[in-house]
């Protein structure tokens, strides 16, 4: 039986529970919160990390909608071009196609009128000695990263554009363009599109994307 005298001389604070009634110490609040800050700086890291790709992945589906887009609105020229001589069925001006960020045009022949507003393409594209051909140029323009279609007319000493038709802009955000001419009647055309926003992290500041095509005109068979 313990003794009595023994148990109230015994100090306060001793027992098993002294932790629990003083709390934790300094040096255990300073390591929860080296933890606290270790966590959530990597927290912040990942979260970081996540939307860097979300924002990626973003821009390359919008610059790769928008590059086919744009083959999609030039797919018609080259698809109606015809032989109407003197004029050859496609002309090309781009002395380096492998360097995408230089001026460069793309001419056609073709008796599809393709810059009317109310134009409904033909079926199939087919040369008819009744019908008067037109010419068309898509130029590049690198200085306000335009693709645009413009109807040509005769002049002196060649042609020139018709300011008498309404140009049609094919494609904008268009960071490079290239034409190679494979045939008399095919064509490759490379587009880079460009995000709308700047993005230091990129290669070159922004997301960019490539699209290469083979077009074809299936009236040329020559």
Known sequence: MPDPESAKCKPKGLGPNRRLQHGLSLAELLVVMALTVVLVVIISLLFLRSRDAV????????????SRRTMDALTPFVASAVYAPPAAPLEVSDLTPTVLDDACWLRVTTQEKLLDDDYQPGTPYVHNALVPARRFQISF?????ELVAQQLRPALGGEEVDPDVKPMLLGRDVDGCGFRLLSQGSV??????RAERDDERRPGGVTTSTLRALLAAPGVRR
């Open 55 to 66: 924002r990626l992945s973003t821009d390359r589906l919008d610059t790769s909608g928008r």
């Open 141 to 145: 323009r690198p200085a306000t990263r």
């Open 188 to 193: 490759e055309v490379t587009l880079r599109a």
